[in-house]
């Protein structure tokens, strides 16, 4: 096939064996389901209820046995040929008995519910007639409740009492009232997207099993069946902590105070960070990050570290010696020492995950990191200002499955003298924070202060060649056959026909989130993007049917990079297969609240995480040279108001926090697209921020790709590429384009205008 051909003429070819579609295809839908039962997390089996025993028979509870979600609204929906719900699933199941009359009693009601209107996901619960639990009391000792949630792109939770997301609504705690009043045996299944609370069941000897079964995409309903049947086992393992209360998360104080900015005065302890360092709050955790129990139970023996060349490389030897087969995930965290930087008890540095290990059966994992990731930020000037330091003292390593059982190694590495790691420059900088948490509990003010962000120069230099009469224009194919340089190729472009590939392309075929390039007179292709980090999102009136995959919280509770990476593949072959070329994923936000609307598409409240997982993404999706796109760069951690709030938060929040899952995706996986937040940072909008972009993201992180912005943002387009964000999307912005031609050639310079060319170009050249 010659080179853009898919994205010139639309020949839709499909990639399959003897000529198949891909697209939605069964190989997919079963990695889609293999990796809903992989991330699935096992919170409690007190007595081993489950996996259930061949002949149980079971009654289900609650509209999520047929209202099940399979992910999260706005970008994040996928639009698939079918989505199995948790009663068909079971049903499929032949060892085990459903209470039908009780299962179909729900189905009716949520039936109904959508025929008034009402969507998935959205209904509240109904009551049960009395003579119905009694029947089904009658039919077996063994219930089930399922209780799911929604949410989506562009508004946020309340956490107010109106509006019961992170608690149980006072008909959920009825049914769970009901249910355990008159059964043996509760187990609790959770349809979710994020966290929520988890403090009901986990503290209620009534009910034995509970289990977070997130957003599976299409096949979670059978994934959850595989999981309670005990066909597959579970080996997921949390990537938030568990909180008894809303209140208990430090960001939730603030999260709503204002509409117009949020202020991240618990600075860098988020999440665990925050409740294993502070005192009195390890009590306040229910189940703690990294936390995940199986059916089958591991011995890991002969945990060695040390130092090989500047890392530190830890082995251990897992054995299951349980009566399942089953994986284990090994988590190593790292604990630096108290000094003039206030730092968490501990932060993970390194995991890994066996393969599926027989009972008996043994495997050695071998894990690394640099011995500088230790190090801290330090913005402050406390001992190096505005640089990366390890502070002399004892470097504790602890090993385990989740952040609360890891043991302390004998190992130790020890610095006898404060080191600098990384000197870098002050970016970024808050004026008005007014405090910040300290891993005392107590906080430190922090002085207003003035601020002026820094600019860089452009040191491209693109000056116009003016065209020789009857000369022939070069075209952009000139350039892969080394005809012409890319160089030579731009200077021909005049200032307008430059300004017209920085801003998005209208759709073509089954493309509806716009495309970039589209200049063929110099025959540059118009290449399209896709939404959708669940899956590749098509829009449903053109018939394509993809395949719709767990939410991103889920993935991530996986802790298989591996797993992620195949999903990648398999996604970037459905973009290719519907001649389309960016996809518009991985979402690597940081989950700061339980109460962001969005927490679905994003990883976890770690970044460590967060960077791994997105990286694994980008590997697989750009190996079938589909574009990846991180996003959102960075600081969107709340919907309300997302395009005018301000992120205000210290330099070492953001660095350590918020940008190091983008710095990690960035360095191990080159992703070739990287997507702008809405959000303002700092009093500069992220779109804008040329300390962000030209400064952080391909100043020091050495990033070369292109850079996006989010869609219908409403920032100035002169000032993005003065900054480093080179596209405007969507395609509406051609409109804005010949509006505002001539104020955009006066704000920014033809090389300015031309550096940006050059990076879209490279990102074509490199499609096929």
């Known amino acids: 096939m010659e080179k853009w051909a898919r994205i010139n003429y639309q020949p839709c070819l499909p990639l399959g064996d003897n000529n198949s579609r891909i697209t939605g295809c069964e190989k997919h839908i079963q990695l889609s389901r293999e990796a809903a039962c992989e991330g699935v997390v096992l919170l409690k089996n007190n007595d081993n209820i489950l996996p259930l025993k061949k002949g149980t028979k079971v009654a289900i509870f609650g509209k999520a046995q047929i209202d099940y979600v399979k992910g999260g609204g706005g970008s994040g929906v996928v639009y698939c040929e079918y989505v199995r719900n948790i009663y068909e699933g079971l049903k499929l199941k032949t060892d085990i008995e459903i209470f039908d009359s009780l299962s179909l009693y729900y189905k009716d009601y949520v039936e109904a519910a959508y025929k008034n209107g009402e969507q998935n996901g959205r209904l509240t619960e109904t009551e049960i007639p009395e003579e119905l639990v009694k029947s089904a009391a009658k039919f077996t000792d063994t219930a089930i409740i399922t209780i799911n949630r929604y949410s989506g792109e562009g508004w946020d939770r309340k956490g107010d009492g109106t509006d019961p997301y992170f608690e149980l609504s006072v008909q959920e705690k009825n049914i769970v009232n009901t249910v355990c009043d008159n059964f043996n045996k509760v187990i609790v299944l959770l349809n979710t997207g994020a966290m929520i609370d988890t403090s009901w069941f986990a503290n209620n000897d009534k009910i034995g099993a509970a289990v977070m079964i997130w957003q599976g995409g299409m096949e979670g309903g059978l994934a959850v069946a595989d999981i309670l049947t005990g066909e597959a086992t579970p080996s997921g393992k949390l990537v938030d902590t568990c909180a008894i209360s809303l209140t208990d998360y430090p960001s939730s104080e603030g999260f709503h105070e204002s509409d117009d900015y949020v202020k991240y ?43 090989v060349d500047n890392k530190i490389l830890v082995s251990v030897d897992v054995k299951n010696i349980g009566e399942y087969c089953g994986k284990e995930v090994v988590q190593v965290y790292y604990s630096a020492p108290a000094g003039k930087l206030t730092k968490p008890a501990r932060e993970l540095c390194a995991f890994k995950k066996t393969r599926l290990l027989a009972p008996g059966e043994s495997e050695t994992l071998i894990m690394s990191f640099d011995i500088d990731d230790m190090a801290s930020y330090d913005d402050m000037g406390n001992v190096e200002m505005s640089a990366y330091v390890m502070e002399k003292g004892e470097y504790k390593i602890f090993v385990g499955t989740s952040v609360r059982d890891a043991k302390e190694l004998a190992f130790k590495y020890v610095l006898e003298e404060n080191k600098i790691c990384q000197k870098l420059t002050e970016y970024c900088k808050p004026t008005n924070l007014g405090k910040r948490l300290t891993a005392t509990g107590e906080y430190i003010n922090v002085p207003d202060r003035e601020y002026t962000p820094k ?62 390039g589209n200049l063929p007179e110099y025959g540059v292709p118009s290449p399209m993007t896709v939404d ?51 996809w518009l994923t991985p979402a690597l936000n940081i989950h700061r609240s339980p109460l962001c609307g969005r927490n679905f598409e994003y990883y976890s409240e770690d970044p460590f995480v967060s960077g791994k997982m997105a990286a694994a993404m980008v590997r697989g999706i750009q190996s079938q040279r589909i574009v990846a796109t991180p996003k959102h760069f960075a600081c969107n951690n709340k919907e309300t108001n997302r395009k005018e709030s301000n992120s205000i938060l210290s330099e070492r929040a953001l660095r350590e926090i918020y940008l190091k899952g983008f710095e990690i995706c960035v360095k191990e996986s080159e992703p070739k697209l990287i997507m702008t937040a809405y959000n303002i940072i700092n009093n500069v909008r992220a779109s804008e921020n040329a300390e962000l972009i030209i400064g952080i993201l391909r100043g020091e992180w050495g990033y070369k790709g292109l850079v996006t912005t ?45 550096i940006c060319v050059k990076r879209l170009l490279e990102m074509i050249l490199w499609l096929e």
């Open 532 to 582: 959708g980090p669940a899956g590749v999102r098509i829009s449903p009136n053109t018939g394509v049917r993809t395949t719709a995959f767990p939410v991103a919280t889920m993935l991530a509770c996986t802790w298989n990079t591996d797993l992620l990476e195949r999903i990648g593949v398999a996604g970037a072959l459905e973009t290719k297969e519907n001649n389309l070329s960016m």
């Open 265 to 307: 005065t618990e600075d860098i302890f988020v999440g665990y960070r925050y409740f294993e360092t502070v005192p009195g709050m390890k009590e306040r955790v229910v189940y703690p990050f990294g936390y995940g129990l199986s059916y089958t139970k591991f011995e890991i023996e002969n945990t060695l570290a040390h130092i």
């Open 710 to 754: 989010d869609w219908w943002n409403t920032a100035e387009k002169s000032a993005e590429v003065k900054s480093g964000n080179d596209i405007r999307m969507p395609s509406s912005s051609n409109d804005w384009k010949h509006n505002y031609i001539d104020t955009i050639c006066v704000k920014n310079t033809r090389n300015e205008l031309a």
């Open 455 to 516: 600019t860089f120069e452009c040191t491209y230099e693109c000056d116009m060649k003016i065209p020789v009469e009857g000369e022939v224009k070069k075209q952009l194919i000139d350039v892969v056959n080394e005809e012409v340089s890319l160089d030579d190729f731009i200077s021909q472009l005049s200032d307008y026909e430059l300004l017209g590939l920085l801003v998005g392309q209208k759709n073509t075929g089954v493309a509806n989130t716009d495309g970039m």
